[in-house]
């Protein structure tokens, strides 16, 4: 303990040792307990600083919000509706369209409080005000959140609140006494918080980008300390998480005077007002950054988006970040993305020459501004974009092509990728071979209309297609070449990533609105991610 934390802390003159602490240390179901027992406090003392510092400013806010008049405001909910829709970033000209609009940038509130030496600070020991009540630990309510996500529990104040009430040896971890709860006795600074209180602890946390600055902390300290190794490539992806909200259809008329429709959250006024119509107020969306997700023709939801970034061949999910608008398409948020996470990782950024990413980036100016920009491949499942098989003037004995470029026989066997003669400007195809490893053109019965008689009978049957008959498939990166399936392999493990996340830490189900709360969900779900990685 430093001197300044030491002058103003009394020291232990008893430890009590519970019995069940002692098992909980010791079982393998017990991981979450031995995390918060040995929690390096020490590490967290800039963010306790910044806290506290927030706190303050916070409450002085808080205080002077009170009795003031504001005049009516004029906008109707109708136009409110209107001016909030065209707003969203999906509503927005793609070429006006700034980049860094696509992900969600946290509304950090600026902080106007006295400055707080953080070596003044450990656990119990706040800083020294002159009035109001002593404040709950940081310390302690950090290892709150914490630890009910290394239980696999979303880091909501109202599973905390539920953990610290129904598990003493939880409560007693984190630095609160169980026996003091009684509120007879009045507010104590160690007695179990109230939901109120570790709701306000969240919101400020949020409010301040505290959340965020820890999750880049233990990602920082993962790599600096080679529990994340870099790698050569990066994968993305995106994921959904259902709404806490419903949503009203608006209809709008475009810019060629046609009448259009889309799906937004409904507007409401952050306040209590009995007449919510002439308040002082501004109208807002009740859940801003929600949209309509498209899986398919038939899966649709009203949810929040996410973009996750991590290592494949580790398995390690990087970042994750909320998308402004969930109704955005997936291409438009992977460069923005992965341009965040080189600039805030410089060891990963030396490291990386290529991306992965799902046929939602398979765009030739996209890969070009990868390439310009950063100096890297940006590989992306084929996408044909509507194309439709080619049934007519194709080589003897072949029925079809397909859009992906892979050629069929009358047998219905797909002709197996050889590679290019580029003098000709042909791809070359094969027949595939059997579980003998012998052609399937010799025991074919469709022989003598596919191959060529003059040849002997163990002959198998080469095909070659025109680069033209393919415009749409770029013959220095085929997608039907062996190399390029081997690499994409890797892509999926981005989905594990996600589940991770989704499923192991957290929920797929928010009870929050607003990408505010979204990003601060992600951060911690992150946060608890990382320190188990140090554990693991």
Known sequence: MSLPAFAFKQLELFHIIETDDQHLLNIIGGEWFRILFFFPWEKYRDFAAKYYEALYSFNIEQAKSFGIKLSVNPEAKGEAKQRLLFERVTMQDEKKQSL??????????????????PLTLSPSVPP????????????????AYIGVGLMGFSQEPEYVDLHLNNNPSFARVCGFSPANKSRSKGYQ?????SLRKLQQFDQ???QAGIWSDIKKSEIHKNISSGIIKPEEEMVGDTTHYHAYSGFE?????????????KSQSKVTKNCRCTDREQCHHEWILADEGAGTVVKSKTKMYWAHKASVIGLPKQGIAIDAVAVSDAATHDGQTFYPHVKEVLEEYPQLARKTKRVLYDSACDDVKLKEQFLEEFGITLKASFNPRGKKTI??????GIEKISPHGIPTCFANHEMAYQGIRFSDEKFIFKAPVDDNNQSVCIECNQRYLCCN????????????VPFDVLPHIDPNDPPMAKRFKVIMTRRPSVERMIKRLKCD?????????GNDSFQAYLDKSMIAYHILLRHG
């Open 100 to 117: 860094s609009e696509t992900l969600h940038q946290n509304n950090v509130v600026q902080i106007s409080a006295p400055k707080i030496d």
């Open 128 to 143: 020294r005000r002159f009035h109001g009540k002593k404040p709950k630990c940081f310390f302690s309510l950090l290892k």
């Open 189 to 193: 600074a160690l007695q179990v918080p």
């Open 204 to 206: 400020i946390m949020k």
């Open 249 to 261: 259809t608006v209809n709008y008329e475009d810019d060629e005077g046609k009448y259009q429709k």
């Open 391 to 396: 049934v007519e003037n194709l080589p003897r």
């Open 453 to 464: 008689q003059s040849k002997n009978e163990t002959s198998s049957r080469t095909v070659t």
């Open 505 to 513: 830490i957290g929920d797929s189900r928010l009870t929050k609105r």
